[in-house]
Every structure is written in structure tokens, then in C-alpha cells.
């Protein structure tokens, strides 16, 4: 059974920030990308920053030079940080991850962390 398990949401001021984690675990062969993605009441899902398996990061337009994704292959951990935070970026944040265990290789996701930008 593999788990995605998120920590680090919670209320904060706009202009303040927030570290989110993932820890993977569980019966897993190999990880290829972790990632981050959020999604507003309302709202479709959407990309917020993930890093492949080529160790390559990617972001959304709306969060470039605010947030910074990392990873601890080691750990089989992902984080974002998250600076600069706008009342736009309130939503359900949620970890992802493309993984193989055993055989069975597909998208895998938390169960979601609940960020809240407010004064």
C-alpha cells in the first residue's frame, strides 16, 4: 500500500509563508516525478510546481519567484515552499506523484492540505 502523506497547511497572513510536505511511502520501486497541485473552491485542479524524474522543476505562471519546490529523493520527500503568499493562493493543496510498486506503476495522491491566505 502506498501513502502520500501532506503536512505544513494551515492560515497565514498575505505576505507570509507556509512549507508544505510529502512523504511517500509504502511499497515503493521507483519514483519518478513528485509534484504539487491546488485547487480552489470553484476552481479545477490545477499545476502548481513538480519535479521530474530528470530532476527538472516546473511552475505555474502565478507562483514563479514566490515558490520553490524541492525534493529529498533519499527521503522519497517533496516540499514547497511558499513565500509571498496572496489570498489567491487559498486552496487545497495537494501532493502528486508518478511511482511504480511493484509492477503497478500510475498517478498517486495525498489527501490534500488545506492552505488559507487571510488577514
Known amino acids: 500500500q502506498v501513502q502520500l502523506v501532506e503536512s505544513g497547511g494551515g492560515l497565514v497572513q498575505p505576505g507570509g509563508s507556509l512549507r508544505l510536505s510529502c512523504a511517500a511511502s509504502?511499497?515503493?520501486?521507483?519514483?519518478?516525478?513528485m509534484g504539487w497541485y491546488r485547487q480552489a473552491p470553484g476552481k479545477q485542479r490545477e499545476l502548481v510546481a513538480d519535479?521530474?524524474?530528470?530532476?527538472?522543476?516546473n511552475y505555474a505562471d502565478s507562483v514563479k519567484g514566490r515558490f520553490t519546490i524541492s525534493r529529498d529523493r533519499a527521503k522519497n520527500t517533496v516540499y514547497l515552499q511558499m513565500n509571498s503568499l496572496k489570498p489567491e493562493d487559498t486552496a487545497v493543496y495537494y501532493c502528486?506523484?508518478?511511482?511504480?510498486?511493484?509492477?503497478?506503476?500510475?498517478?498517486?495522491w495525498g489527501q490534500g492540505t488545506q492552505v488559507t491566505v487571510s488577514s
Open positions: 502528486n506523484s508518478y511511482l511504480c510498486s511493484g509492477v503497478r506503476c500510475g498517478d498517486y
Open positions: 519535479n521530474t524524474s530528470g530532476g527538472s522543476t
Open positions: 509504502g511499497s515503493i520501486s521507483v519514483i519518478s516525478g
